[in-house]
């Protein structure tokens, strides 16, 4: 946490606008922050890096959007695990002709994400230089009494169930989504989750990264995915099908249930703001998509032979 | 810890490199890496990014030594508060040109510089783009039971002890110096430290650090402070003590301690491998620099009237 100029204005710029939190001891100024959590329990740690140019178009997006996606992509990690989001240090490098606006702007979209959850920034290091602009962020998290959900506890029968719609992120919501954290924590205290992911690969490749960590294979029914508004607008030849189980970065949780659990969560829809709805079942082996009765083999990146 | 292509490969081979260890609750390959500290400790937070063409030359220093100087920055704010490192997080910027092999020495470096403090990485985000090498690491530490060492604790007539030489750092130290971890947590057995920083900005701008956080002055006894040998050969007109006092990148500690604490460290020289240096005191305000008991002020970034 030291660096040149820049980062003095915004420690200082930081500390005049942190809120006192008794869980941290040490704030920015320091050589490093320092965060207590409660007795024994682990800490989650994540991390993300958004690049200009890649992971977003500055000239497009703005710099209070790209701030906010990128506390936000981290929000949705921690959610991901049904944790609750702690605290957070942001490294920075800020092309020289920005200018204060642009680090302003920048901080600003950061610290109204991290504000909506509660989350202390709590350290950073920024620095100027002559390339794009480049942000990471690293959040630390802790878990509820019931532990993190990873990816790794699907079984064979388990329903897969998500919070919203999928496709067409590109449009818009990339940038602007909410993560996922209070849905995350009322789905925690509302059923046992066996596995849970954010989508940020796509539908398809998130849900495979659940099959891969648990052992264990899924079929989704192509009618029962939501599929965004953006995603039926694409209007590049690919069906919204296509859009919705391969885009990516549209942040919804899809995660395990029994099928007990799964039953009764979409009868009493228990999260505020979203609709629970069963999209596949965890089966032994493989990755499928089923339409009218038809399985078929479903690639992680979001490729069925027939849509395609 | 999502993100394209590459990182799966950076996870994979993580993977397959991380050592056992009984506080890693979940290593990579998840939405978070989730680590348990002791019961009641504070984590310790730190973060840095490293940017080709201005942290690094990486045509000149090579990616495996990148790897070791941004893994080691972060060691080196740890030790700084007397912390013991734990685990750490790293998000990069590969450029599309440097392929597989660029990566690699790249992760090489972070695991080399990890492993030798014991430092298990717990996640990342690789991400591949048209910019230039960028990388950012988030070090976790914990405290011993004596408690962070801060840079807000040092007295007026205390005495600013150091481990090692300054300045000359450009010639080559600034990339292949080794975090002094070790030394603050055997100088934080051996004495009551009052404050302590690592010299990341430069001797003058450090010590003003630690100055303004204690809410005190400083005086340094230029005949005292030991100036490195490449400091001694920069041959660019500027003398060595001005580069040992305004350079920067040392990585070497500075720390106040009484003046009993301060002579019996002296005479006793209880950390391995370096010499404690007294190289002057502090005062109720201002930053000054001494020499044959002449005081004159001291610019924070090294700036001095007579010798510049």
Same mark, same amino acid.
């Given at each position: 946490m030291t660096g040149p100029t820049g980062e003095f204005a915004f420690i200082d710029w930081l500390r005049r606008r942190i809120p006192a939190d008794h869980r941290v001891l040490l704030g920015p100024g320091d050589d490093t922050a320092a965060v207590r959590f409660a007795p024994g329990a682990p800490v989650l740690i994540t991390t993300d890096m958004l690049l200009d140019g890649s992971c977003f178009i500055l000239a497009e997006a703005g710099p209070r959007r790209v701030g906010r996606k990128a506390m936000a992509v981290n929000l949705s990690d921690v959610a991901a695990m049904a944790g609750r989001p702690v605290a957070a240090v942001v490294s920075v490098g800020l /092309?020289? !002709?920005?200018?204060r606006w642009l680090a302003e702007e920048l901080y600003s979209g950061l610290r109204e994400m991290a504000d909506a959850f509660d989350t202390a920034i709590v350290g950073g290091d920024t620095n100027s230089w002559d390339g794009p602009l480049t942000i990471s962020v690293t959040l630390l998290g802790e878990p509820t009494g019931r532990g993190p959900v990873t990816r790794a506890g699907a079984r064979i029968g388990d329903w897969l169930l998500t919070t919203g719609p999928f496709g067409?992120?590109?449009?818009g919501r990339h940038l602007d989504f909410t993560p996922r954290v209070r849905e995350a924590l009322r789905l925690h205290e509302s059923a046992e989750l066996h596995a849970m992911i954010d989508v940020s690969d796509g539908l398809a490749a998130d849900v495979w990264h659940v099959c891969t960590e648990s052992k264990v294979g899924a079929v989704l029914r192509a009618d029962a995915i939501p599929v965004t508004d953006a995603a039926k607008d694409?209007? !590049?030849?690919? /069906?919204p099908l296509v859009h919705a189980l391969g885009d990516g970065e549209d942040f919804e949780l899809v995660f395990a249930v029994s099928p007990a659990d799964g039953g009764r969560l979409i009868d009493t829809q228990p999260v505020e703001g979203v609709m629970l709805t069963p999209i596949g079942e965890f089966v032994d082996s493989g990755l499928w998509v089923e339409s009218a009765g038809n399985r078929q083999p479903l690639e992680p990146h979001g490729y069925i032979h027939s849509l395609n």
């Open positions: /092309p020289r !002709d920005g200018g067409g992120s590109i449009r694409m209007n !590049d030849g690919r /069906p």
